[in-house]
């Protein structure tokens, strides 16, 4: 067990944890951010991205002790009121179904619109290609993503 | 409490007074008719456990519903809400609803699956807004002092025509309390629908676009400890030994217990828990037959010729009718062992202490959950409490309640309310899968290319009566005979998402591809030869309407522009199931030597829609599904163990591989029908159709992708 000071949405915690757990159990079971999910413990679905460093990263695979003072954002932490373009689009195309992958395919979109604010199809489908949604929502998924670039 | 009498007139909907004003309908939803309320007089707040709190008007306007069958994604919380607010006429943006827990006094069929929500509960829901308008529209006109035809309803508030004045919802709700209701309120007619059937975007978005916690992983309680479970590795085997001293030993860790062929593991946090679940040494021994799924082919050969066959419909004589043939086609397809793998993997809370437990979790069947819990700690199921939380998909696979039994009997084990997450490999390896299936046609074709005989047999793992008798083409053909063969496995198997007919359609419409093509007649124009003779002159009894599929049929052919496009490889596939037709063009081209499909055009009837955008995306979500499994869907077996265990080496489809899907529904007002299953089952058809149609490669066993023409070049 060691204590890591992270800095998660903008405020600094200290958690005590053993270093290699993962970032996800870290905010899921140790600092109440629960938004960001566990799928498949391998980083092949993508439920679970955040970003560090503004670099979208799957957080069930990325150990705490990687996380050093490189900043954290999660689902809670993208915007202030849920308000951010991408979050906005995924009302207004109206995504969502069990919604269970959604938070981690929007950390993924946020990251990409930011180093690519204008995307192609193509780029939106390979930048989203590798987050699952078992409901089958990626027509919409990729709309709202289309949608939030012309903001 | 049950209803006992079936009188429609009992007792269907009642209203009380909410405690600080307001107006609080309750409604029966036990009853067995959607027949109209009758009122009941007593404002007692003691009558109110006897019924649904399901509607109620807060003084500040908000209306709150309460939707009590289990949301996985199907929409039901937002379309409940909207059939309510409809015949209210409610300001939509004060419609608030909520999750009820299990209560089988207030409520009936509380539970996800078979489609069934949307038409058990349609014209019930109707009724309760359309009776809490009388309610309001009454009481301003008694407060007015003017008729109440002089009065009408408008996003939530009363207007008296001829002066102008208006009073809001919350205003009058606890007015409207006093007031009597006739036997009769009158419904809208569709024409003046302003919610029914319009894109109503989910209640829930903002909840989920903010990670707000609301599914069954994210339920936290103070004192909590997590528990995670070791199980057999291998269908047919069990615990030989136990070795946990290292396990113990982990960090964080609090017990690691033993209970029926399972190892739970106890402790503070989730991934401690996870990592001393690694240090666990169980050996196991067997205790029944090793299964393999080269077994399963050989066994799917051997009973296909010599099973017990239980006959399912025989209609005239097909011997007779083969021997007559100018022609006989026959094949066999088979489908694979499928996991449900929603992407939230099993979990459930329990605490059980005092003789009573509480459950809290994601699950598709809260009652038989329940009654199970009751069973096996021995607790009376009124001591035991159910909140049901939004489920992460389901599929099927929350229709068991195995995790809900691990959770209750490891926390009266352990005396600690305790959390058990099952890890993605625990949900893909641990059973309750799709059964695999093998189906054999055959075909009759007289002189004229006219089907005469039609013979289907179907053999399952555990998979029951894997034939639908009642189902197209049954009627349209003289002799017909369908038959199953259940064959008991050690591999555990429940309802998958449309279940027999995920696969069966696909066999199915694929087959009446090939007879048609040996008739020298055209798919479409063969099967709506076909329903001709199940509508003027059917053979036997039907399950399905014959004049619904014959629609569904020719809107896809023609919005599909079938048949009129050369160069576009088209396949057909239609398909009857939860009450609904839906029809489908799949269009495939070829990449690199490859086919690819581009385009899916799907027709359906599902009666009155209820919400535009989510009966859209159910449609579109299906179809991704059904072609997905189709093409790379596979849980294969070797000595028992399974053979994929996470997303690694288990495929699901991914955004790069959908094509586009064109949705229409016919939507002509008829009772709504089901639709979380209905899309899927025709895909695999109109897929492999298309397929063969751009290849010349008949697609007869899933997934598709083990088919040579998807082989890496």
């Known amino acids: 067990m060691a204590v890591f000071q992270i800095m998660v949405n903008g405020a600094k915690q200290k958690v005590e944890v053993s270093e290699d757990t993962p970032l996800l159990w870290v905010l899921r079971d140790h600092l109440n951010l629960p938004g960001t999910k566990f799928g498949c413990g391998i980083g092949q679905c993508g439920a679970c991205t955040v970003h560090v460093n503004g670099n979208p990263v799957r957080s069930c695979s990325y150990p705490i002790a990687s996380v050093k003072d490189r900043p954290v954002t999660t689902i809670e932490g993208l915007s202030e009121n849920g308000d951010h373009p991408l979050q906005l689009a995924w009302d207004e195309v109206d995504v969502p179904q069990c919604g269970y992958c959604q938070a981690g395919q929007i950390m993924t979109a946020a990251a990409l619109l930011k180093r690519n604010p204008h995307p192609t199809q193509d780029e939106v489908e390979n930048a989203l290609n590798a987050n699952i949604c078992r409901c089958g929502s990626y027509h919409r998924i990729r709309e709202a993503v289309l949608e939030a670039s012309k903001k | 409490m049950t209803e006992t009498t079936k009188n429609p007139r009992r007792d269907f909907l009642k209203r009380i007074a909410l405690t600080g004003g307001g107006l609080m309908l309750g409604f029966k939803w036990d009853s067995a008719f959607a027949e109209m309320p009758r009122v009941f007089d007593a404002a007692d707040p003691a009558i109110v456990p006897a019924f649904n709190s399901y509607l109620s008007i807060a003084s500040d306007g908000t209306v709150q519903i309460f939707s009590p069958n289990p949301e996985l994604g199907q929409n039901i919380m937002t379309s409940f809400a909207q059939i309510v607010a409809e015949e209210l006429d409610a300001d939509w943006t004060k419609v608030k609803v909520s999750q009820a827990p299990l209560d089988t006094d207030k409520f009936q069929r509380q539970l996800t699956g078979g489609s069934g929500a949307i038409p058990h509960s349609y014209m019930r829901l109707r009724k309760a807004g359309a009776s809490a308008r009388y309610l309001l529209l009454n009481a301003a006109a008694k407060q007015w002092n003017v008729t109440p035809d002089t009065c009408t309803a408008e996003n939530g508030e009363i207007i008296h025509k001829p002066s102008g004045k208006k009073l809001p919802y919350g205003e009058l709700a606890t007015a409207a309390s006093d007031i009597t209701l006739p036997d009769d309120v009158p419904l809208k007619d569709r024409k003046d629908f302003k919610l029914i059937g319009k894109p109503i975007r989910n209640l829930k978005n903002k909840d989920i676009i903010t990670g707000k916690p609301m599914y069954g992983l994210d339920f936290y309680r103070e004192g909590m400890v997590y528990a995670m479970v070791q199980r057999p590795p291998a269908f047919g085997t069990k615990i030989k030994s136990i070795d946990a001293a290292a396990a113990k030993a982990s960090p964080g860790i609090i017990d690691v217990v033993q209970f029926q062929e399972n190892v739970a593991v106890i402790g503070q946090s989730t991934w401690q828990v996870m990592k001393a679940k690694k240090l666990l040494n169980v050996s196991y021994e067997t205790s029944g037959t090793l299964e393999s799924s080269a077994d399963h082919d050989a066994i799917f050969t051997d009973l296909m010729e010599n099973g017990k ?35 939230e993997p099993m979990n459930f809370f329990a605490h059980v202490q005092d003789g009573k437990a509480e ?6 069947t809260p009652q038989s959950a329940r009654q199970a819990v009751s069973k096996l700690l021995n607790i009376p199921q009124e001591n035991i409490t159910v909140d049901i939380t939004r489920l992460g998909g389901g599929f099927g696979r929350r229709l068991k309640y195995d995790y809900v039994l691990e959770a209750a009997e490891l926390s009266q084990l352990i005396k600690k309310p305790v959390k058990v997450i099952w890890s993605r490999e625990d949900d893909m390896t641990g059973g309750s899968y799709r059964p695999a299936v093998r189906y054999r046609f055959e075909a009759a074709l007289d002189a004229s290319g006219n089907m005469t005989a039609f013979t289907l047999r179907g053999v399952g793992m555990n998979a029951g009566n894997c034939t639908r008798p009642g189902n197209f083409p049954v009627g349209s053909v003289e002799n017909l005979l369908i038959e199953s063969i259940d064959q ?13 007919t995920n696969f069966l359609a696909f066999a199915e419409q694929t087959f009446l591809d090939e007879v048609a093509e040996a008739a020298g007649k055209d798919p479409v124009q063969f099967r709506l030869e076909l329903l001709e003779r199940a509508k003027t002159n059917p053979v036997g009894k039907l399950g399905y309407e014959p004049d619904r599929m014959e629609e569904v049929i020719r809107e896809v052919a023609e919005r599909s522009g079938w ?20 029809a489908q063009v799949c269009e495939v081209e070829k990449k690199d030597g490859q086919p690819v499909v581009k385009k899916v055009y799907a027709v359906s009837d599902c009666g009155q829609v209820i919400n535009s955008s989510g009966a859209s995306q159910m449609v579109k979500g299906g179809i991704v599904d059904g072609m997905g499994h189709a093409m790379y869907g596979k849980l294969s077996f070797d000595a028992g163990r399974p053979e994929q265990n996470n997303f690694n080496n288990y495929r699901l489809i991914r955004m790069k591989e959908i094509p586009d899907v064109d949705v229409f529904f016919l939507d002509n007002g008829k009772e709504p029908t089901g639709l979380g299953e209905p899309a899927l089952p025709p895909t695999g058809g109109a897929v492999a159709n298309a397929i063969y149609k751009a290849t010349g490669q008949r697609l007869r066993q899933q997934p598709f992708a083990d088919h040579p023409l998807f082989a890496e070049g």
């Open chain 2, 488 to 500: 008991k496995s050690e591999i555990t198997t429940g309802a998958w998402r449309a279940p027999i």
């Open chain 2, 309 to 343: 066959v239980q006959v399912q419909r025989k209609d005239g004589d097909v011997e007779a009718a083969f021997a007559k043939a100018a022609k006989r086609i026959k094949s066999e397809y088979q489908c694979p062992f499928l996991p449900h793998s929603p992407l």
């Open chain 2, 563 to 582: 048949g009129k496009k050369p160069g576009v490889s088209q396949g057909f596939s239609v398909y009857f199931s939860h009450a609904s037709y839906v």
């Open chain 2, 359 to 364: 459950l809290v979790g994601p699950t598709q």
